[in-house]
């Protein structure tokens, strides 16, 4: 407590959530430097296709639909810290290889691909064990101001990696863009290492016991029966389709068709993911004023509408187009998100988080290759421009599945299970698992 009886920030009265905090945030940068710096190698140094950049994009996100369902199972089975360690080295490896490989003489489409679809991979597990680490790391009294730190910081790195990321590129050259993701993930190894809590494991001879295709499908039923997380789900999986479908080509469109320099792409998308900050800083206030259904409504559908000024997009002042309509974007996805991490943490029980966040995430993300691949034949077959209206009037639009489900007619999301909210079945040799507040 503070002289005048205000807690103090969580960032400074907890050692651990602050190098998780630092962990966290050090990776976002990198992969967003990643964002622009990988599609400016495909397109300035191998003159990719825009199918090609698409499937780039895709690849990243395809292991969702292979391993995100057991990727869950394994983390509820495994120290999470170690697997979110484990996923980091990986990545580190994975990054620094294309750079060496640049230098070496060796660069292609195939290798990017190949890094792509690997260290996508590992931020399968990295994802699904960050996730359900956080509500063990802390109490529920400080899992929203910690949501709201961690997806405020990840949007502030964002920006500056964007930036970053196309600075690079004409500076240094696109691919040696690429150390910059690296190194963040040598600084994630680094603060997770220090980290002194221990998570309190259930017994794992038992759960090592277990069917694995049991497992998932517990996951599975409580993500298909109940209505808040079956909806969220439906709308995240929405979204991401659109989302990911204009992303996916948007390097391309800003380079070729717009025609700006990619130290101006990295500037531009920079300050439209300047949102997220704000988004981030916003979500929890606005949730306490209006309900946290309410705002999730009005972050996912009101702000991300300007996504349709996106298309407009043309040089000059032309490029506040873009700035505004990705400003909008980004600050109601963040806000979203926000909201949407503080009820699955107080709603899911935590012995199932992890297979729970696993289980939507494979239809939310498992999205997000169709959506970059849709895109890429899109941007082929009638032009980048078209594709842009296209994509972009689908992220208002995926809101309207908010918008006609249960969390439009309620002012806030629950808090804990109701008993005509169905639970998975008990496994066998456990008693029924009881939803925590």
Excluded at 29 to 58: D, K, N, R, Y
Excluded at 266 to 273: E, M, N
């Amino acid at each position: 407590m503070t002289r005048d009886g205000q807690r103090r920030s969580l960032l400074r009265r907890h050692r651990d959530f602050r190098l998780l905090w630092c962990g966290e945030t050090a990776g976002k940068f990198g992969a967003s430097v990643t964002g622009v710096a990988m599609p400016l190698v495909a397109v300035s140094e191998l003159h990719a296709s825009t199918f090609q950049i698409g499937l780039l994009s895709a690849a990243s996100w395809a292991p969702w639909l292979v391993v995100g369902l057991p990727a869950g199972v394994w983390v509820d089975r495994s120290p999470r810290r170690t697997v979110m360690l484990a996923a980091a080295a990986v990545s580190l490896v994975l990054f620094a290889a294309v750079p060496a490989a640049a230098w070496a003489g060796r660069l292609s489409t195939g290798l990017l691909l190949a890094v792509a679809l690997l260290t996508g991979t590992a931020a399968v597990f990295f994802q699904t064990a960050y996730t359900a680490y956080l509500p063990d790391l802390l109490s529920p009294a400080d899992q929203p101001e910690g949501n709201a730190k961690l997806h405020g910081s990840a949007s502030a790195a964002q920006i500056v990696g964007l930036g970053s990321g196309g600075l690079l590129a004409q500076l240094a050259g696109a691919a040696n863009g690429m150390l910059a993701n690296a190194a963040t993930f040598l600084v994630s190894l680094l603060c997770l290492g220090r980290i002194r809590h221990r998570e309190t494991r259930a017994d794992n001879k038992r759960g090592a016991e277990r069917a694995l295709r049991r497992e998932i499908g517990e996951g599975l039923r409580l993500v298909a029966r109940d209505r808040w997380l079956r909806t969220l789900t439906l709308y995240g999986a929405t979204s991401n389709l659109a989302l990911m479908g204009y992303q996916s080509i948007l390097v391309a469109f800003l380079v070729r068709e717009v025609g700006l320099a990619p130290g101006t792409v990295g500037a531009l998308v920079a300050a439209a993911g300047s949102g997220g900050v704000l988004g981030a800083f916003a979500a929890r206030r606005v949730a306490a004023r209006v309900g946290t259904a309410r705002a999730m409504i009005l972050f996912e559908l009101g702000l991300p509408a300007l996504a349709l000024l996106i298309p407009l997009t043309g040089t000059g002042a032309g490029v506040l187009c873009y700035a505004v309509g990705g400003f909008g974007v980004s600050a109601g996805v963040v806000a979203g998100n926000v909201i949407k991490s503080g009820f699955q943490q107080h709603y899911c029980p935590p012995e199932l988080l992890g297979r729970i966040t696993a289980s939507a995430a494979v239809l939310n993300y498992g999205t997000i290759p169709v959506g970059a691949l849709l895109a890429g034949v899109l941007g082929t077959a009638v032009g980048l421009r078209p594709a842009m209206w296209i994509t972009t009037a689908g992220v208002p639009l995926a809101a309207l599945v908010l918008l006609l489900s249960p969390v439009g007619r309620v002012r806030d999301l629950p808090t804990t299970r109701r008993p005509a909210d169905p639970a998975p079945a008990p496994a066998p040799g456990r008693g029924t698992t009881a939803a925590t507040a």
